[in-house]
């Protein structure tokens, strides 16, 4: 429930979700998107009542939930250990030089468990219906409908996740403080910077 409520407020944020401006709403009192939590309240109770639908039904639910987090945590390691490489911006905790091994073993074994969750517990003449695991078709379902939605519409107007969060200037001679101006070098003339709102350095002389 607290992950798909981030997921829903983070989607929101982005306004990549229906009816996001209310779902991204954040209380002022309690300081958190009470929108985003009561309607993954009303949808987790939904999903519950698969229960007495039988253990097919329920069981899709539990491997929907264990497929979705693999997957969402193995798109931006996968991103970031092959495609992104030495260009990735490392905050203050990261795994160093182990940390293509340690993205590479994390893709290789989510590759892995995907699959092996949509199978059957049961083969041959014993697999029914009702023995049949249809994970692939519940999560596999929703997932094909985002990619078509985003290849028809979406990426026409999603420019990617707004960031809200200050991001330190990496690879900037001095420090640049937001909202102060300090000189790269006092003894070069060299002009004073000031840390704009868009998180570029803008020159002032």
């Not at 954040?26 to 009470?34: A, E, I, L, R, S």
């Not at 229960?51 to 970031?80: C, K």
């Not at 001095?174 to 002009?191: H, I, T």
């Amino acid at each position: 429930m607290v992950a798909a409520s981030r997921v829903t407020f983070a989607y929101a944020r982005d306004g990549c979700f229906p009816l996001s401006r209310f779902w991204a709403r954040v209380n002022p009192h309690t300081k958190t998107p009470v929108n985003a939590v009561w309607f993954n309240v009303a949808v987790g109770c939904a999903c519950v009542l698969l229960i007495f639908a039988g253990d097919v039904a329920i069981g899709a639910i539990f491997s929907v939930g264990a497929i979705g987090a693999f997957v969402a945590f193995t798109i931006p390691i996968s991103i970031r250990t092959f495609f992104v490489g030495n260009r990735f911006r490392r905050g203050p905790w990261h795994l160093g030089k182990f940390s293509f091994v340690v993205g590479t073993l994390a893709t290789m074994f989510t590759t892995l468990m995907v699959p092996i969750l949509c199978l059957p517990t049961v083969t041959g003449s014993d697999l029914t219906p009702d023995l049949m695991n249809w994970t692939v078709v519940v999560w596999g379902g929703p997932m094909l409908l985002a990619i078509i939605w985003f290849v028809v519409d979406a990426h026409k107007w999603f420019k990617g996740p707004r960031v809200n969060v200050e991001h330190m200037m990496i690879g900037q001679e001095g420090n640049v403080l937001e909202g102060k101006m300090e000189n790269a070098s006092e003894d070069s003339g060299s002009p004073e910077r000031v840390l704009a709102e868009d998180g570029k350095v803008a020159k002032l002389a």
